[in-house]
């Protein structure tokens, strides 16, 4: 029996749990227009109130069935105007780029007037082609600016009057009057630590968990929201739903959050601004006369649950003709002390929602319902049954051997309260649909305890929670075990960026900062997620300490200093992978002098450049590898990404400095672990790999120190000893040294430790190690799913003309492998490669979007034996030979599809 799945109409993904994921549809251009598609502004669709006074923008091109070959942006004109009526006409009274001679689609600053708190903007954008020929203008696309200065809040924090601990989850409500000739009206909002805002009966979008876990006494962010088609002429009435999330942590957890600096009783600042055709503005913000009073939710904590009891339900509360004579007055004051900013990130939202598999009766009135994936999010009951029956939820991704959830290894952290258990006191009266609002879990099973009657499949469903990131990309091939492997990584990082990128989403939800660079570049292969990261990064920045460390989890009460380079390098890697993948010079600009303080604090930290703190490879299968060998590696990895930031920025005397201080780093790394016949400190592969990945290893020792990690892997029957920093360099460091082969014999592994024998347990995410499974559900082993893009479908950045200006087209047919495929929507738009291998010829299909060239290595001994489509590829006009390698022709192209073919033996494959 399959499971049913809808999916949210905002994303266009369908999600089955057979492990496959449709791509998105994409809108098919007519034959030769590029009209400019997937319009955006700071990375986000159509956003309601950002703070960025110099936003950017970018668009991108729908593939088409056959694009001219060559075809590019050449220039560009965009227009802005204050309202849809003026851009229609044609004009940009905000902004008119004029012709701009330009090949870059992305990253375009606006450079016209000043923009104010609530202005609203509309877009769209032409460009000129290959030819000179000017597109059609783009559909229209929006954004509009939030609250630009603190004194333009006009309300005030407020909150009930309850305990820190144990109060009940409070409801505010005002009621408010709108005139006539009402033009626009926006809500800006941040309710600590989640709220639910409410307007006229209804929910006000589809946002939950909303604001993200921020460091609240650093900076806390507010949304936006457009609310004019839900107003009426006369008496109106907003409400709000507060709960506690990690503001006001009221358990003892490992990392202190119940003493967090920045803890309150739940809070909210509301400011409601109406703007009318006459051109008045008229407020209403939160204050004192607010009311308040306690509502259904009677408990919640973020990894504990939320307990509801309809019977205290406030039928019409958030409507303008209820009494609200029996509340009190909302206490004015207090609130975080971090400055306020617009959350510019993809809100959380329900992606999908899911159907049991089957329900089990391990004990009399006790039912377990199998949802078949391990997800985060939470259940959603509908059950009938008399006032008063209380429904209680527990949430576990496995279970004990008497059918029951086993929560053993997930709670163990949490002390002295429910872990993962929400709980419904039902009202009575018919049908009831609930679900939580103010905690999410990670779960593939939930244990039921007292229904009213027997329940049925339909009686629970499975909610799908996370960021709203849309998909990037997609990878499928002929091994059904590397497409499981493909699939369970997916879910692994949905499951792991609710609001932030966190190691797990059921014991901790930290933002566990080595998880996260662990399994950036293949989220930057798989989702469109920059603002997102963009957002976190900013967390980085409110964690460092006056000496220029930070935290291992990012946000944190204080706990997890001292973390090490190989954690803390997340902060440099990302913006990395960001700039390479999509070209975001912004992070770079934006946290510089922040990372010159945490190299300077490394240099601290170093004893002759050597650096043995921290944390080090993370759950090996057996072998440790010493830790200073994978913390010096990045001490070097940070020193060389401090030398091309620098670069990047036109401050020659510090890439200057930062790369002496590589070398120098490099040398000592030689010194103290590489001897002249190829070993490296214990011999790990970790170590092995770590020496060729980080290019620490001189020239003349690099094909020595290969050759001991294959025979470590020959060693151990084609297996794997890493832990998480291994298993980022293992497979890479194979793959480029011509051993694809063997990197592939590893993947597929289905006896331990590998991914196949998670598979074979029934993994439907990637596991914390390769025993048991301490937690089922973590993403830092996640990083394969980019070595299947990069060394599989052959998909490659080139960092020298990063956001694929320039792609590297190089793909492995390797071991029993007959077809490997991938698409990526890159700035440029979409690339896409496919190879087949049948009848002792390989075939491969690529596509290059406008505006982008490649580099294209066709798997043949000899050039002459390739054809470019009927012809052989040195006569294709549009492909220009480069180069003969050992085991490649090397062509370049420029964007277009193209489909190359050649004489291709699989014994000669590596």
Known sequence: MKNCITVCPKIGVALLLGFALATAVSCRAVPGDQTPQSLRCENLVDPEGIDATVPRLSWSFAPESNPVRGQKQTAYQILVAGDPATLAAGRGDLWDSGRVESDTPFGIAYAGRPLASHRPCFWKVRIWDLDRRASTWSAPARWSMGILTPGEWTGTWIRAAGELDGAPGPLFRKTFDVRGGLKRAVISICGLGYYELRLNGAKVGDRVLDPLFTRYDKRAVYATYDVGDRLRPGRNALGVMLGKGFYNVDFRDEWDFDKAPW?????????????????????????????????????????????????????????????????????????????????????????????????????????????????AGWARLHVSGPAGSKIVLRYGERLVADGTVDQKEIAKFVRGVPFQTDSYTLKGGGEEVWEPRFAYHGF??????????????????????????EPAGDFASSDDLLNAIQQMTLWSYRSNFVGIPTDCPHREKNGWTGDAHLAAEQAMFNWRNTAAYESWLRDFKDEQRPDGDYAGIIPTSGWGYGIGPAWDSAYLLIPWYLYV?????????????????????????????????GLGDWVPAKTVTPTAITSTGYYYGDAVLMSRFAALLGKADDARVYAGLAEDIRRAFQAAFIKDDGSVGNDSQTALSCALFQ?????????????????????????????????????????????TDLALRVVRQ????????WLKRGATTLWEDWGDGSSRNHVMFGDISAWFYQYLAGINADPEKPAFRHIILRPNPAGALTFAKAWHESPFGRIESEWTIAGGLFRWRILVPPGATATVYVPAADPDAVKEGRLPAARSEAVRFIRREKDAAVFEVSSGRYEFSCPFSAAGAR
């Open 263 to 375: 803890r309150g009783t739940p809070t909210l600042l509301c400011q409601l601004r109406l703007e009318y055709a006459d051109g008045s503005v008229e407020t209403a913000a939160s204050d004192a006369t607010w009311r308040t009073i306690d509502g259904p939710v009677r408990r919640d904590g973020i990894r504990n649950g939320e307990g509801y009891d309809a019977r205290f339900e406030k039928p019409g509360w958030d409507t303008a003709d209820f009494d609200d004579s029996g509340w009190q007055a909302a206490v004015a004051g207090g609130g975080p002390k971090g400055v306020l900013r617009a959350g510019m990130a993809p809100p959380i939202r329900v992606m999908a929602t899911i159907r049991p598999l089957g329900i089990t009766e391990p004990k009399p009135g006790l039912f377990v319902f199998d949802l078949g994936q391990n997800m």
């Open 581 to 613: 993948y999509t070209g975001d010079t912004r992070p770079i600009e934006e946290h510089y002098d922040a990372w010159k303080r945490y190299l300077d604090y490394l240099g601290r930290q170093a004893k002759g450049l050597i650096v043995d703190v």
């Open 750 to 757: 289905t006896t331990p430790p590998s991914y196949g024998d």
């Open 444 to 469: 593939r099973w939930v244990e039921a305890a007292g229904f009213p009657c027997r329940p049925t499949l339909e009686s629970l469903d499975g909610r799908v929670v996370h960021t709203s990131f």
């Open 695 to 739: 290019d620490l290893a001189a020239p003349a020792r690099r094909e020595a120190i290969f050759a001991k990690l294959v025979q470590n892997v020959l060693d151990q029957d084609g297996h794997l000893d890493v832990g998480i920093l291994g298993a980022k360099y293992l497979f890479r460091v194979l793959a480029d040294n011509g051993r």
